[in-house]
């Protein structure tokens, strides 16, 4: 995941990209189909989803967050090793990847949020494993180290994770690249350390804001794209059911209508975007003025929609029961109250995020937790898996400027 993107940008500015050693060109491959795996321990709990988004993007926890999160004691260490965590607050849904020569299977996190390939190692301690696949780089013939290369990723609760770069063969869906920069973890934020079933990150952002020092390496999609036969790269996100990302083809089955695609402004390395107006049930269904567009980024590594204020209110105002309650960090509601659509328009297509899609989880036997939050100190909105669950929607590097494409789901 990311730091801070005032940090990140900074970085950018300052240090060019490169790709892994250079090696001869690997063949055309065309494209290839990637499924998710469902997470066996996944169980939904609001607010540590919360908690996750506000520590990705470099903001310190309101303070009755930090609390809630202290008595579940997610993401604290005891005595030097991850203290033993429900896997309730895991990733709900990873993806396979194999690393090396024989190869290594682990289950990564699709994130396009982030641009760093990492994964824990057999370079960390053993007391911060906790049931993780680790990498071993010294079982893979064609694993070599980058000599002096580091990455290090600070998160918003003054936590990091960090380590040593490789280049190793790195398959997904059946396709490799040779000199994939994978970058093995020794120390790991304990954030990650508490899900058991999640072996590291895969990035999808822009290669702009990888981490990797002194020099900047490639993501694994920008070194794979010219091999393909369109650079693009799509995500087909299910509501309770695992999902599939394709990459080089745009998958006809997959949506009905037209595509609409909107630029995106890559400056500081993320998927944004601008919607141009929401609107929240049917009641409200003409969507509201340009004066109420909403300038975000689409981040699969993401689980909640984090949105303004003024539209989070608006929206929950709509819910009988509805509250920002403070003992959770964020707005509940009665676990049986009617939840209305919430629907945002992209260059003047129109989709719609079920209300079901927005009763998250419940916090106890009578309160849920809702699916949208205020983005509030992050600087920028969020459409995560909540909202990317509504539509197909295609990540376009084909074009000068790069864009996002969101399309009516075929079912």
């Not at 429900?86 to 641009?115: A, H, K, W």
């Not at 494993?129 to 003054?158: F, H, R």
């Not at 309650?325 to 509601?333: E, H, I, K, R």
Request: charged share 15%; net charge negative; glycine share 10%.
């Amino acid at each position: 995941m990311v730091g801070s993107a005032s940090t990140l940008v900074i970085a950018a500015a300052v240090a060019g990209i490169a790709s892994a050693t250079p090696t001869p060109p690997n063949p055309k491959v065309g494209s290839f189909s990637v499924p998710q795996v469902r997470n066996p321990g996944f169980k939904r709990h609001g607010p540590t989803q919360l908690a996750r988004t506000y520590i990705k993007y470099g903001v310190q926890l309101p303070d009755n967050l930090a609390r809630i999160m202290a008595d579940l004691k997610v993401f604290r260490r005891d005595s030097g090793s991850a203290t033993a965590t429900p896997e309730q607050y895991d990733i709900q849904y990873l993806t396979p990847v194999s690393i090396g020569t024989p190869p290594q299977q682990l289950n990564l996190d699709f994130d396009s949020g982030s641009s760093d390939l990492w994964v824990f190692s057999t370079e960390q301690p053993a007391s911060s494993v906790n049931g993780q696949t680790q990498y071993d780089p010294s079982k893979s013939s064609t694993a070599k180290e980058v000599n002096g290369a580091t990455w290090n990723i600070s998160y918003g609760d003054g936590s990091s994770s960090n380590g040593v770069v490789y280049t190793d063969v790195v398959d997904v869906g059946g396709v490799s690249f040779d000199s994939q920069a994978v970058e093995a973890a020794s120390t790991v934020s304990a954030q990650f350390s508490s899900d058991t079933n999640n072996d590291g990150l895969l990035g999808l952002a822009f290669s702009s804001i990888n981490t990797v020092s002194p020099t900047k390496q490639k993501t694994f999609f920008d070194n794979v794209a010219p091999n393909l036969d369109t650079a693009v790269w799509t995500a087909d996100l299910q509501y309770h059911e695992p999902g599939t990302y394709d990459f080089g083809v745009i998958d006809d089955s997959k949506y009905t209508g037209d595509i609409t695609y909107t630029d995106v402004d890559s400056s500081d390395g993320f998927w944004m975007f601008t919607a141009s107006g929401y609107s929240v049930g049917a009641k409200n269904s003409t969507i509201k003025a340009r004066a109420s567009s909403i300038q975000g980024i689409a981040d699969t590594g993401t689980t909640l929609a984090m949105l303004p204020t003024t539209v989070v209110t608006a929206y929950y105002n709509e819910v009988s029961g509805a509250k920002y309650d403070s003992s959770n960090g964020g707005y509940t509601f009665p676990c049986d109250a009617s939840l209305p659509d919430f629907k945002f328009q992209v260059e003047g297509a129109t989709f719609t995020i079920p209300g079901r899609y927005i009763n998250y989880a419940p916090v106890d036997d009578s309160t849920c937790f809702g699916g949208i939050q205020s983005d509030e100190g992050i600087g920028f909105a969020i459409w995560g898996d909540v909202a990317l669950k509504a539509a197909f929607v295609v990540f376009d590097q084909t074009q000068s400027t790069p864009r996002l494409g969101f399309a009516t789901k075929s079912s």
